[in-house]
């Protein structure tokens, strides 16, 4: 007797959602990158917080959104005011 194999759909999972009590960045990452860019550990925990918010909303797999979020908060504090977010290298991480 043959066995039926279960079919898989794929894309059906809801995305993965930023908790209410997602983690907030590393303290010690937090003031390394405030003292490295010279601006407020608050504005550090804020873009980082966006970064998450934002790739959580269509990631599948979040295992990996907070290093992610960390390399976007760099870059984004690497770019000089005023030129934009969409002329970073954020928009290379968009699929």
Known sequence: MARKIPRVSVGTTAPAQPAADSPPIDEALRES????????????????????????A????????????????????????GSGRESGPQSVVRT
């Open 33 to 56: 990158l405030a003292r490295e860019f010279h601006v407020s550990a608050w504005q550090v925990e804020s873009i980082y917080r966006e970064e998450l918010r934002r790739l959580a």
């Open 58 to 81: 269509g990631a599948r797999i979040n295992t990996f959104l907070g290093v992610l979020a960390t390399r976007l908060v760099r870059a984004r504090l690497r770019t000089p005011a």
